[in-house]
């Protein structure tokens, strides 16, 4: 009985503490928002992926609407065997939003984001890839607008070009939207689903490591403001399991530290 007791006590703690979230999401799980770092913040977070894997980040807010970000990511980073780099040369991110909301228009952004999700794919047999499992966003226009709806909810929209992984000859006009909800001052759920449009054909010869039902990637995720300088965030991905060769929903943890100088 005391252990339920305990347990009971930390959960009340957690639910209860009131660490408010100091800007509105850069990202959601993956797909940009037209929210940006304000002035004279800067932030490092780092994903822990799946077979060990890591993606710091670090962005900078340059004005308050203009944003800049560099991460790099490293696969077996955890666990054992040889840690390999994604590529030999940081992804970068940049974010200009266009105009601010206000009562009558949403606010629009466009942006530039290299950084794909899971593994680096350089190459299988003898067919070049330079992509990631999941594209990169390459070229974006979003759209964002919120509501006071018992806390904040902000519904996202947007479309976006891949620059890179282009290999494949897959090179569609993609769709993304998303929402955020706060459930009080420390904690929001997120929800968006990617149309993965420019990543639903593929040669037949990648099989093995790509492929995909066409479906697109619904994900999820809960973040909590735990401190005044850090966000833990724990996220679900692919839901919908548009990955064929995966029997299960690919599950990360991110944490964010935060600072104004």
Known sequence: MKKYFTI??????????QSEQPYPPINLI????????????FSFENTFM????????FSIGITDNFMLGISFGVSNFIGDGNMKKNRSYPEVQV?????????KIPAILIGIDTQGRGKFLDKYSSISLNRYEQKSYGLYFVISRNW???GNFGFHFGLNKNLTGSNDKDDDINIFL???KELNKSFSIYAEYNFARDDD???DDLDEIIYRKGNGYLNAGLRWSATNNIMLEVNA???SKNNKNSDSINRELKVIYFEQF
């Open 8 to 17: 009971l006590f930390i959960s009340f703690s957690i639910l209860l503490s």
């Open 30 to 41: 993956s797909i940009p928002t037209a929210g940006t770092m304000p002035r004279g913040f």
């Open 95 to 103: 974010k200009y939003r266009i105009f601010d909301e206000t009562e």
């Open 201 to 203: 054909q593929y040669n």
């Open 178 to 180: 998303g929402f955020d």
């Open 50 to 57: 799946k077979e060990g894997g890591i993606l710091p980040k």
């Open 237 to 239: 991905n692919d839901i």
């Open 148 to 150: 006071n709806a018992l």
